[in-house]
């Protein structure tokens, strides 16, 4: 989905400025995704814009959106999307995969912008010993495991790029650039940031694809434990990606989230 | 015309024990520190008899391999430093952006340089992409990396007024203040490898030796042109440029394309790398990476990675030839008349470079074929040669 506007977020060494996809009608939903290798996810974007104003930043040093020099870990990142909810105001916030470990470190700074949070197969954390590997290691593994771990459909584990714009292309090789950039090392997570999810007040929903190959259903129940007001789903027949491979459910549970007190 | 030995130093007994990958994951069980022993003081034995022949001397270094025995390419440096008198000592190079502490780079250098009595060259590398993994240094900012180690190392060697503070993107140190300071002032010469045309005009800017590694005829014109029109007006520029060829003598051609072959057989194991580990997000520019997911390329898109034939087609592993490798530019063998007349058309070809660094030694080459190549080249070529340029 292409950026509909730019945001200028000021900062006192001057503003930074942000491609930003906002589409739909309602109460305004910040939706913080990870670098999905296929660019994937507007069918879900236009399912979720049914019932939200839909703002979908493109993180800088992601395709599209330049690196900017001092942001340079995903609590930077969440430091300039707090900037950004101070400009839309009270926001639903879901993060998915690299997503979710921003809105991750968003929630524990500052959660007064965030009326609820939804975490999607989010990474960030890292709960075990030094050489368990709670994350698959993504870039040291064959593209086939990968894509094998990433989804649970054969079409997307089996990608037809061939028929592909040289832009898309172009933003998939970036994306991939810009997620590397924040989660070489250490490997997709902060460390100690699992110690302060007790600071997110708001009700948060984590979800979690039931064939994840990347980082198990455990990984995000450990996550629920951490939060106080946190409840979790494991969304079938999905991999990383369950607002990819099964938005129907994922909305469904988004709903339920919302319309429960 | 200056002459550098190299050698790989490779570990050729696990070759053959699988038919996987020799980078990053094969098990050390595959090592044997024993034949290890004798490999490495065989290599370095080589390695210290081209002092007397007056054949300057280049080391490297990769990690977790079966292709490359020295880890540290400041080990044999330092080695040589006590086992030679004349030859200059280059390292070709240190992975600036894979090392975490480029204060210990620039103390290693000095010291080397002190003992050596000045003999040191200071190669900078930005490594090859496999190398990423065991260091585990962040790929997309490499560069900048690399470049704010080179100033801090740079800085260090010239300050000599007491302690400094850095406090970089990258690194930080509250007390800089570098003993010994090297012999050679302000610092050892520099030289940093380059396979592109933007690397060689700014390595050109900062007057360093630019090194291009097995880029045969297809690209070592351009590159080396690059240079020369970057280049401050009136440098000599070609002291200041290297070309890494592999190479191999013997007194009848059948002898040196015997041995040529065998060094061949490195190039055709060296790039035994599972994909995976050969193009890391960031470490190649975005449109070649976009050209090679149209054309469904999965593997190493640098320059120094793939070996072309004079007319720029990819030469694949297995249809490597002693003479489609000569052809290439990128192998001189045979009898010392034929090296000589090889090095000097390529040399013409190129327009010029005053520094000629061989590899002839290969894997399962005996230690007598390997002390053949470097004497032959020492007693037969180098005096022929030696003249060119100066």
Redesign the interface.
Known sequence: MQPTERLSLGDAGGSISVPVVRIGKGPPALFLSGADPLRSCDDWLRRLSEQFEVVVPIHPGFGGSPFVEHLRTPGDLALLYLTLLDRIGSATVIGSSFGGWIAAEMAIRNCSNISRLVLIDSVGFKFAEPTQREILDIYGQPAAEVRAALYHRSAFRNPDLSGASDELLRHIVEDRAGETYYSWSPYMHTPGLHRWLHRIPCPTLILWGANDGIVPPAYGEKIARSIANAQFHVIPDAGHYPHIENPSSVLTHVQNFLNSR | MKSWYFCEMSYHPAWTKTDGPLRNTLPSSHYDPQEGFALYNRYLDEYAMCDELGINLMFNEHHSTATCLSAVCTIPLAIMARQTKRVRLLALGMPLANRRDPLRVAEEFAMIDVISGGRVEMGFVKGSPQEI?PA??????MMERFWEAHDLIIKAMDTHDGPFNWEGRHFNYRSVNLWPRPIQAPHPPIWITGGSESSAVSIAQKGYVFATLNTGFSLTKTLFDAYRKAAKPGMRTDDKLAYLALLSLGHTKEDAFRRADQVLDYVRNSGRT????VN???YSP?AA??AA??A?I?GALGSHQIVRSRTGERISRDTLTVENMIDAGVMFAGTPDMVCKQIEEFRAYVGGFNHLMFMSQGGWMTPADSVANIQLFGKEVLPRIQGIGE
């Not at chain 2, 585990?136 to 900012?141: E, L």
């Not at chain 2, 599972?274 to 580990?277: K, L, Q, S, T």
């Open positions: 993994f585990n240094g962040n790929p997309v900012d599972a994909p995976h580990f890391p997000p960031g975005v990476n976009v997911l149209k469904g999965t």
